[in-house]
Nanobody, 113 residues
Framework: VQLQASGGGLVQTGGSLRLSCAASGSIFRINDMGWYRQVPGKQRELVALITSGGGTKYADSVKGRFIISRDNAKNTVYLQMNSLKPEDTGVYYC????????WGQGTLVTVSS
């Protein structure tokens, strides 16, 4: 099983990025999918998650700016990030929770001021 994340990069404050994460391999019944963010010196924090039924949860810091979505047929989760701020900078890791939790390799998002 592999999770391939893409879409990170360098963007100016106020800009947008869209992250994608596709799960491949033999995965039976994915439940939650989502994104965590890692900043040096801080704990990895949950940014957003989406359940198999489409329910969503966001960190307070991104509510109203980020939108998480998923395509169950493609086992893919997306994170649309708008109105980006320098504090959104970090490595974003996607995950897929089935019987076990699978992680993507991380994609770097840098927001310049």
């Amino acid at each position: 099983v592999q999770l391939q994340a893409s879409g990170g990069g360098l963007v100016q404050t106020g800009g947008s990025l869209r992250l994608s994460c596709a799960a491949s391999g033999s995965i039976f019944r994915i439940n939650d999918m989502g994104w965590y963010r890692q900043v040096p010196g801080k704990q990895r924090e949950l940014v957003a998650l989406i359940t198999s039924g489409g329910g969503t949860k966001y960190a307070d810091s991104v509510k109203g700016r980020f939108i998480i979505s998923r395509d169950n047929a493609k086992n893919t989760v997306y994170l649309q990030m708008n109105s980006l701020k320098p504090e959104d900078t970090g490595v974003y890791y996607c995950y897929a929770k089935a019987v076990v939790v699978y992680w993507g390799q991380g994609t770097l998002v840098t927001v310049s001021s």
